[in-house]
């Protein structure tokens, strides 16, 4: 592959300049996550070592998230990170805020490499015409987001240092909610193949992963022909007895009966549900352009619930959009407050250019969302903590991750995603334990517990 023509490049003359290290770090969402994970395997299929972020490298890689406007501030200071980390080194900015701002981007002296959504995988091939070409000034390569309707089906195996892996199913989105720049750096929706996200899936237990967060921008509007979401759910949790799969977030349209009653038959499907609400007033939702009334989420919640009292329920909510009152602030508040959820997240509102909501009347003043979101937090503490209580004396199966800071302290989640943590000697990563759990943080963020018999 040869540069695109569309790339704004100036040819100057320079030294060629050989990678031999590298080192990734990601903004954003488990999707950018799984797809850094993948770059990274590129990167070291080709010979090249892939060290950790902040140490000098050849070429550090930022995949940039632009969800918010905090998002685009944190990938550029991650970007100036990577600069004073590695002077002598070059630089890629890729993905999201790559696509939406690339002008933004290579604004920042330093900056050697800005690559769109698709372009990012093809840094390799990329970076080895840029260096050949001998130029000094950035590169901008971005696949205009209309173009982006079909889905790159490249092999996306990837080694991490993480026990959880992500498989990456789906991409882009064809919804038009108002407040969403994500169509715009992502492209319409589309699915990776049927018999490709098993093929990985596979793998991935084969290399001991025992399980498989599945990921995208809106992965339940998958589909392969006849294949829907349901059957490509049904046919991972069939691959092995052991694996896990879990999924990462899903729209509440998208939540069938029938998706529910597989997830609820299936022992390796969590019971872990995460489900973008954004508000409860139906007010706000119809101008957030949402597919789904307050009562129908209520609803769906109940039904969740009384399939498995025990499933986790988390949310996302945004707070201060333009034109939310009092009244639908309350709703919102006295709905988070009532609602059998074990979590939910919180997003002040950011006004994003390109955005139908950005244009919207009565955008509210900082401070009254900066407020507004504190209620909201607290009310969201006290959820997490409530959760946690009911579980203290219960022994849950856990995934071990990591160790939790000393050797002998290791640290995993539950199926219905409970963060755990025990004392014990020995390697217990990637292992599935019984633990019997004896104590909650103040924080309600971890419980503490002991191996079981």
């Not at 939310?324 to 250019?353: C, G, K, Q, V, W």
Request: proline share 5%; net charge positive; charged share 25%.
């Amino acid at each position: 592959m040869g540069l695109s023509p569309t790339a704004k490049m100036v040819k100057k003359t320079a030294a060629r300049h050989s990678i031999k290290t590298a080192s990734f770090h990601t903004l954003g969402c488990k999707l950018n996550q799984a797809e850094t994970d993948s770059l990274a395997e590129q990167f070291r299929n080709a010979g090249i070592t892939v060290v950790p972020f902040r140490q000098p490298a050849d070429l550090t890689v930022i995949n940039t998230c632009t969800v918010t406007n905090e998002a685009d501030a944190k990938s550029r200071q991650a970007i100036r990170k990577a600069i004073r980390s590695s002077p002598r080194g070059r630089i890629a900015a890729v993905g999201c805020y790559a696509q939406v701002s690339p002008d933004q981007l290579t604004a920042l002296n330093g900056v050697d490499l800005v690559l769109g959504t698709r372009d990012k995988h093809n840094i390799l091939q990329v970076l080895s015409d840029y260096e050949s070409g001998g130029t000094v000034e950035p590169l901008i390569m971005v696949t205009p987001a209309g173009e982006i309707d079909t889905y790159d089906n490249r092999p996306f195996v990837a080694a991490t240092s993480r026990s959880r892996a992500f498989l990456k199913v789906q991409d882009g989105c064809d919804y038009t909610c108002s407040y969403c720049i994500v169509p715009a750096a992502r492209g319409r929706g589309r699915s990776r193949p049927l018999e490709a996200c098993l093929d990985e899936a596979r793998k991935l237990v084969d290399r001991g992963y025992l399980e498989l967060v599945l990921t995208g921008v809106n992965i339940g509007t998958w589909r392969d022909g006849k294949h829907t979401f349901q059957a490509l759910l049904d046919r991972l949790s069939r691959l092995s007895d052991e694996a896990r799969i879990r999924i990462s977030s899903i729209e509440p349209n998208l939540l069938t009966p029938e998706l529910l009653q597989l997830m609820n038959e299936r022992r390796n499907i969590c019971p872990h549900f995460h489900i973008p609400l954004q508000h409860a007033s139906d007010r706000i939702l119809a101008s957030m352009r949402r597919r789904y009334s307050f009562s129908d989420f209520a609803d769906l919640v109940t039904h969740i619930t009384s399939l498995n009292p025990d499933a986790a329920v988390g949310t996302d909510v945004i707070v201060g959009f333009p034109g939310e009152t009092d009244e639908d602030f309350n709703i919102l508040a006295d709905a988070l407050a009532a609602l059998p959820l074990s979590y939910h997240h919180i997003f002040r509102y950011s006004e994003r250019m390109g955005t139908a909501a950005a244009n919207l009347p009565g955008q509210l003043a900082p401070q009254i969302r900066k407020e507004r979101s504190s209620i909201l937090h607290e009310i969201s503490r006290k959820k997490k903590r409530e959760y946690g209580r009911r579980f203290i004396g219960k022994t849950v199966e856990v995934y071990f991750e990591q160790n939790a800071g000393s050797e002998n302290e290791h640290e995993g989640v539950s199926p219905n995603y409970l963060r755990v943590s025990v004392t014990s000697p020995g390697d217990l990563k990637r292992t599935i334990r019984p633990v019997k759990l004896d104590s909650l943080s103040p924080d309600g963020l971890k419980l503490k517990g002991s191996l079981a018999a």
